[in-house]
């Protein structure tokens, strides 16, 4: 087995859904939209919402932009005024927190929308997934929604960024790491639960915490397998074929029948490649 699997691979482990990640997407989002602000408005294309869309032919005949109310004497949109551009936001106002310099901190502000959402009144209050083309002129799917706001951000730095706006880069680069490290540990039980179901009767499982080792909305664990340390491990204890057997469990997980973590994985990929570009273009 290549060594760049087990490098790899927790990054691979990702769940499309809403919960505290749903909630650092959207910080995600502001952060661009911030960005995209740079370009001039007939070019700007992040806060840009289908309102007469046919999801299925990929159309949509009228695109609207995220404006805030003209008695706020401002042009651009603030978090909480984005929040409920993107629909089914249970109240207008209280979504941000901001850190000790006044800039949206990431973390505290996914948290404040975690708890507006799952405390909302109604049945089974959660964090909705928005789809793209409500945030974004011309995305349809989820994956390209990720591309285009990547190419954005990189494109504005390119011909835009200087020393007195590259915090709003930092920003960015700072809340998609948290995006990744979410998605990681959400799923990390999952991975965790199907590889000891798996493998657990010919080697020892072993697993590693990720980022801050807990989910900061819910407390939650986030730990994932350490595939390195699995097969290092098994293999000095004379198990045969260590390589080929977690090969073959990667296969049949990610690339078999299991449509959802197929799915979960090109999404985490595309954030990859985003994280990667970005690394390259700074």
Known sequence: MKVTLFLVLPHLSAVLAGGYQGCLERVLLFNAYEIDALNDATDQTIG?????????TKSCTKWDTCAPKQTTGRKRCNFDELMVFLGKTPTPKGWSVNDSSGKLDPEGTAKQCYKLFTTAQGKNPKVPN??????????????????RVGDTV?????????????????????????VSESRAGDHG????????????????????????????????????VDWKETAKQAKAKGVPDVDKEIQGFLKGFYGGGNKQA????VVIQSYKRVTDRCQGCR
């Not at 840009?48 to 299925?56: E, S, T």
């Not at 197929?262 to 994985?265: A, S």
Request: proline share 5%; hydrophobic share 35%; aromatic share 10%.
């Open 48 to 56: 840009v919402k289908c309102v007469k869309a046919d999801p299925k």
């Open 154 to 178: 990189n494109k504005v730095y390119k011909s835009k960024g200087n020393m007195d706006n590259r915090r709003l880069w930092e920003s960015f680069d700072a809340t998609l790491a948290k």
């Open 262 to 265: 197929k799915d979960h994985r």
């Open 130 to 147: 928005f789809p793209p083309y409500v945030a974004v002129k011309d995305a349809w799917e989820f994956n390209d929604y990720i591309k």
């Open 189 to 224: 039980p999952h991975l965790i639960q199907e590889a000891k179901a798996s493998l657990g009767g010919k080697m020892d499982i072993q697993t590693q915490s990720l980022g801050t080792g807990k989910n900061p909305a819910t407390g939650d664990v986030w730990e994932t």
